[in-house]
């Protein structure tokens, strides 16, 4: 009977062989792992860590209002009957007797004014040393695409309820229209010189002074055309709160509308007005008595600035008045005034309120110095808004504490953020030290 081979030894040979492998294998792929972790670790991070540059700025807070505006002003009826002729414009300054219109009663009155407007046309235009015929060629093009675009202006307020716009546009489409004619009208004077045409102007003065009425202004001041009938309620030296309030808890459509009144004209005293703003609760600790504050033109982005006078507090809610001597863009003849309120205003670095981190009770961020690694630098916040903030530029003051109860804390001088600093905005994704570039 043939013998059994043992084959116990080798089994147990390979065995220790793939034992041996194992062991060899898992510690060089653990080894390994740890170096790519380590190694690759900041590049990974680098794909997750955004940046920004820092810049100095202005950040604001800003309300937008409708506010009421009181004027120092004086109403005037004008005459029942006869054409009235304006040589000032609405906002124009007048000086107390200055002619500021004449009144036309007769049509030889106006063919006289428009034969002096053609005189005043055709001296200039030879003073210039231009040629009428050219002159009158491309001031009637103006004039009729002007025309066409008053007609469709005129046309969009009346649709979309813009009555007192409606009423400018119409005054100045009459206008136009008359300069329009008074320009074709020029071409059929005769031939005169310069000499000869102020000649004849100063004759044609002088016969309508001798049979036309005219208004002079009774007072100086601001000119302005229209009437609401508010002027003794709300004018700068006693304003009645009841109408002011009252005012806000009406339609301002309907408030606009009265303005369109065309039977009266008026004289701005002052120069100083007021403004009165419906303000939230939450910005009233920015508007106390005799408190300075600035105000937008939402239109013309220009700011001026006033003084608090007073708060008036109603059910319909919290009114703050302004004192200016400033004008804003239709402050003269308009009641209501969309505005901007800038209760705060901060000058400084600007950073994204998500930069900031604190470090051993210090506020700061993480700024990337030259060689591309994440540095903490502290900062003095002055103010923020909006999910930004401002900061100081420079050196700062920072408290140190020191050691021991009954020693106060060491307060040093250290650097902070300069202009152009790039940051970390997301620090939650870094380290200090951290190489992020």
Known sequence: MAEKKNTTPKKTRKKKKNV????????????????FVFRLGPVISHFRVNTSIVEFGTLETIVQVEAVVAREETQ???????????????GEKVA?????????????????????EMINMRIQTMEAGEEMESFSENATHQLNNRIDHLVS????????????????????????????????????LPEMSIEELKRRKQTIQQEIQSHSNEIRAEESGTYSFGSDDLEKSLSVESLDQ??????????????????????YYRIIR???????????????????????AQIRDIYQQRVIRGIVKDVIESEEGYFVVFKLNQPLEGWHDQRFLEVELIP????????????????????????????GYAVFMPIEEIGRAYEMVVVKEGRIELSISTRGNDQEDEVQMVDTLRRYDQIVVNPENIQEGQRVR
């Open 242 to 263: 009841e109408v002011v309030v009252d005012l806000f808890s009406r339609n301002p459509s309907d408030i606009k509308r009265i303005q369109e009144n065309d039977e």
């Open 153 to 188: 202006d005129l046309s969009h307020n009346v649709q979309m309820n813009q009555y007192e716009l409606a009423f400018k546009n119409r005054y100045v489409l009459e206008e136009t229209v008359q300069q329009l004619k008074t320009i074709q009208a020029s071409q059929n």
């Open 344 to 371: 705060r205003k901060f000058e400084g670095l600007k950073v994204p309120a998500s930069a900031l981190v604190e470090k051993n009770g210090v506020e700061g961020v993480y700024r990337v110095d030259l060689n």
């Open 20 to 35: 041996i492998f194992v062991l060899m294998i898992v510690p060089a792929i653990f080894i390994v792992s740890l170096f």
């Open 270 to 292: 002052q120069h100083n007005w007021k403004l009165i703003a419906r303000v939230p609760e939450e910005y009233l600790l920015f508007y106390e008595v005799d408190m300075r």
């Open 76 to 90: 005037y009826s004008l005459p029942q009957t006869g054409r009235i002729n304006w040589n000032v414009a609405s």
């Open 96 to 116: 107390k007797q200055q002619k500021i219109a004449d009144i036309i009663v007769s049509e030889s009155d106006q063919s006289m004014l428009m034969e002096i």
